[in-house]
């Protein structure tokens, strides 16, 4: 899954979550629950089932997006691209266990005017949702597995 041109900016950002991989997946993949826990998306509504193909529109960070699945391959990677006022965005979780626990890494890529006009305030921007999104992922998890264990 690429854009069509190389993307004008790309980020990444990880964490050791100590939690099931079956939880970790089912928090990463109820896209209509992400207003619960993350706390920069303010709305979903997904159109369908949890496949490729399937569109979901969202606001994150004040922006309205519409998206569409582009891979869903349980319980290791999720992927999806989306537009947003003139950015075209590819996004991809991707999921890994460790012995003490599950490596989730994330990357986006954003291409258009903005992105490339303003790519270090895009990259920053970008990089520090990523950062956020991980650790906001990581301490719903976590919360859970706990829940679950008592």
């Known amino acids: 899954m690429e854009h069509e041109t190389s993307p004008a900016v790309t ?4 964490a050791l979550v100590r939690a099931p991989l079956e939880t970790v997946w089912s928090v990463l993949t109820a896209i209509e629950d992400w207003p619960r826990w993350n706390d920069d998306v303010a709305r979903v ?6 496949e490729p193909g399937t569109a979901f529109r969202w606001k994150a960070g004040g922006m309205p997006i519409a998206s569409v699945l582009t891979a869903v391959e349980p319980p290791k990677h999720i ?7 003139g950015i075209r965005a590819v ?10 626990g599950v490596l989730v890494r994330t ?3 954003f291409d258009g ?8 305030w895009t990259k920053n921007m970008l990089t520090a949702t990523l ?3 991980v650790s906001m992922l990581k301490k719903e998890c976590e919360r859970q597995a706990e829940e679950t264990a008592e």
């Open 45 to 50: 509504a997904i159109t369908g089932p949890l």
């Open 131 to 133: 950062n956020s999104s």
């Open 79 to 85: 992927a999806w691209k989306g537009r947003a006022l």
């Open 11 to 14: 980020a990444d950002a990880k």
């Open 107 to 109: 990357t986006e890529s």
């Open 113 to 120: 005017l903005l992105p490339r006009l303003l790519k270090g």
């Open 91 to 100: 996004h991809e979780w991707t999921l890994d266990i460790r012995d003490d």
